[in-house]
């Protein structure tokens, strides 16, 4: 019994290793975190897509984006500019030059740093073994990275993603407050209609009227007359109840009639 217990065990272990190992491979996913600003795309698998991180330093992304899955190569801390080396991309961390306090995520293809970037600017963040592959000892552009596309202009053009590009890319998701609401609570102003201030869950609340109603005891004669009273009937548990049915008879008797108590 216990052997079978063991082989069952090893049979639901298998599948789970090969599921982590397959998530442990590849690059991040970067559209899951951050959203898609810009897009440059070519033949021969040049494609270029831009990502904002807001308020976050390159250091910081870097290294979120290194934490998700380990990066083949990555270059020193740097403030301004980082590389991460993937498989099949290359991650370019970089300040915006527009607004410091933004980082942007450049991933390229490597069909595009090859046919784009300046491999001598590149000399000083990725290992030369990696350059002399990537770009097999010819120089073909000189591109520097996103934040300076205007003054280093790369060979394809950037524009804003279309519906359909977003698609691609997996959705960013944001985070989001919550709030529980008491269902028929009543607020300053009258209107508590459903819906009303954007909360769904209100129930209407009918306005309420100022007359009240009262009971008043009979306590004398005239209070009979006031209108708007209502007066109880008087009765006690020692009164016996008045009866209307006929007069019980005996017979064989006198002939008299007793009136039933």
């Not at 990502?51 to 250091?59: D, Q």
Request: charged content about 25%.
């Amino acid at each position: 019994m216990p052997h079978q217990w063991f082989k069952s065990i090893k049979l639901l272990l298998v599948p789970a290793l090969f599921l982590l190992t397959l998530a442990g491979c590849g690059s991040p996913s970067v559209g899951e975190t951050y959203p898609l600003e810009s897009v440059s795309s070519k033949d021969k698998g040049q494609t270029s897509r831009i990502y904002r991180a807001e308020n976050k330093t390159v250091p910081v992304v870097a290294k979120e984006l290194a934490d998700q899955n380990q990066p083949d190569e990555i270059s020193k801390e740097d403030a301004e500019h980082m590389f991460l080396v993937y498989p099949n991309e290359i991650y370019h961390i970089q300040q915006d030059t527009a607004k410091p306090t933004d980082t942007l995520i450049e991933v390229d293809t490597k069909e595009y740093v090859r046919n784009n970037y300046d491999s001598s600017f590149l000399q000083g963040y990725i290992l030369a073994s990696v350059l002399d592959d990537l770009f097999d000892g010819h120089k073909k552009g000189s591109y520097r990275g996103y934040s300076s596309k205007d003054i280093y202009k790369p060979t394809g053009t950037y524009h804003v993603p279309s519906a359909d590009e977003k698609k691609v890319a997996p959705p960013i998701t944001t985070a989001g407050k919550g709030n529980i609401i008491k269902r028929g609570s009543t607020s300053k102003n009258m209107d508590s209609s459903v819906g009303s201030d954007g909360n769904i869950l209100k129930k209407q609340v009918e306005p309420s009227k100022n007359s009240s109603g009262k009971i008043i005891r009979n306590s004398s004669s005239n209070s009979s007359k006031s209108s708007g009273s209502v007066t109880p009937k008087r009765s006690s548990i020692f009164s016996s109840p008045k009866s209307n049915s006929p007069p019980r008879t005996k017979t064989g008797g006198f002939g008299r009639i007793t009136k039933r108590r």
